[in-house]
């Protein structure tokens, strides 16, 4: 899959288009979520200011004594927020499949606010615990909330892209959204300095749980990999000036497998193409509320056809998808 060959949108052409631009523009998306479930997204309105903080505040923060990163650690296995140190987690466990523990460490930070309505335990407990922030680098916490802001916005006018590519109102998913347990996570992928374990990978193979995710891979990095439809383990490039896409499991639940969540991976490659090298990224978890039910969507189900999936709450399955994954 070269980059001309990766599907790039122009979320801007979209939101200035009239209502019959809008469909024609849903079309073309929704022929790429029944496809790969992947897609690039440009011009989509976060300001490169904005991305370029929080990118250096992450690098800086991952920079710091390993001692020092362990002073913002998650509190307990489990927990979701903070710090997570080097092979603590195995993302394809998620699936159930048997992993050793993946080559990466990350930062954690959940919603940055809880609302009134929210008295579940578990919520609480889970996707509303406290981020456990660390004291450096300077300007984290700023940088780090005011991208998570932005990413919340951008997610809630994907989703309206969404909504119009599967022929709903354009404003359909907003009730499910408005109160988003979404989480943001920093990974670095460290320098590898001996080889990997028998199957050791930076990310494991999995699907992502929630409605759909923003990545910021890092310029000219290799690595990411999904499954297109021929079977085949196919490259992702990162695209200049766009963030990627990738549909989650709710949603090819919320569209009875029209859409795919399409398996992803991490790998090492080879020394020669800065397989040893570090890599960081970013990646923004699009989740709906908490108490969100998942039903699968009439506009999605043809003549015929039957239903696949019974109801799942937004929260629980997240929180059962998470706990699976600790290595």
């Known amino acids: 899959m070269s980059k001309l060959q990766f599907p790039v949108f122009d979320l801007g052409a979209f939101e200035q288009a009239d209502d019959a631009g809008k469909r024609t523009l ?47 650690r998650a509190p307990y296995k489990g927990y979701p927020y903070g710090y997570l140190g080097p092979e603590l987690e195995a993302l394809a466990k998620s699936r159930e499949i048997d992993s050793p523990p993946d080559l990466k460490e990350s930062f954690n930070g959940g919603p940055l606010r809880q609302p009134a309505s929210i008295t579940d335990p578990e919520a609480l407990a889970f996707c509303y615990a406290p981020t456990i922030w660390p004291d ?54 460290p320098e590898q300095n001996v080889p990997p374990k028998p199957g050791q990978l930076r990310a494991g193979a999995h699907t992502d749980y929630g409605s759909l995710t923003i990545l910021l891979p890092q310029e ?36 009875n497998d029209r859409w795919v969540s399409t398996l992803h991976r991490v790998v090492n490659p080879s020394p020669q193409d800065g397989g040893m090298a570090r890599r960081q990224s970013l990646a923004f978890f699009h989740q709906p509320n908490w108490n969100a039910e998942i039903n699968v969507l009439d506009a999605c189900l043809g003549e015929g056809e039957t239903v696949q999936y019974g109801p799942v709450l937004s929260g629980p399955y997240l929180m059962s998808k998470f706990k699976s994954t600790a290595a």
């Open 26 to 72: 849903g079309k073309q998306v929704d022929d790429i979520c029944r496809s790969t479930g992947f897609l690039a997204i440009r011009n989509h309105g976060v300001s490169q200011a904005v991305i370029d903080a929080v990118w250096s505040k992450a690098q800086a923060f991952f920079d710091l004594p390993p001692e020092e990163k362990q002073n913002a």
């Open 136 to 189: 450096r680098p300077d300007g984290f916490v700023e940088a780090w909330k005011t991208y998570y802001a932005s990413l919340e916005d951008l997610a809630a006018r994907i989703m309206r892209l969404f909504a119009v590519a599967l022929n709903l109102p354009e404003t359909y998913f907003e009730g499910f959204i408005d109160a988003p347990i979404s989480a943001l996570r920093a990974l670095n992928y």
């Open 220 to 255: 000219g990095s290799k690595g990411l990999e999904i499954i297109t439809p021929d079977g085949q383990w196919t490259p992702v490039p990162p695209v200049p000036g766009a963030f990627v896409i990738n549909i989650g499991d709710l949603m090819a639940r919320w569209t």
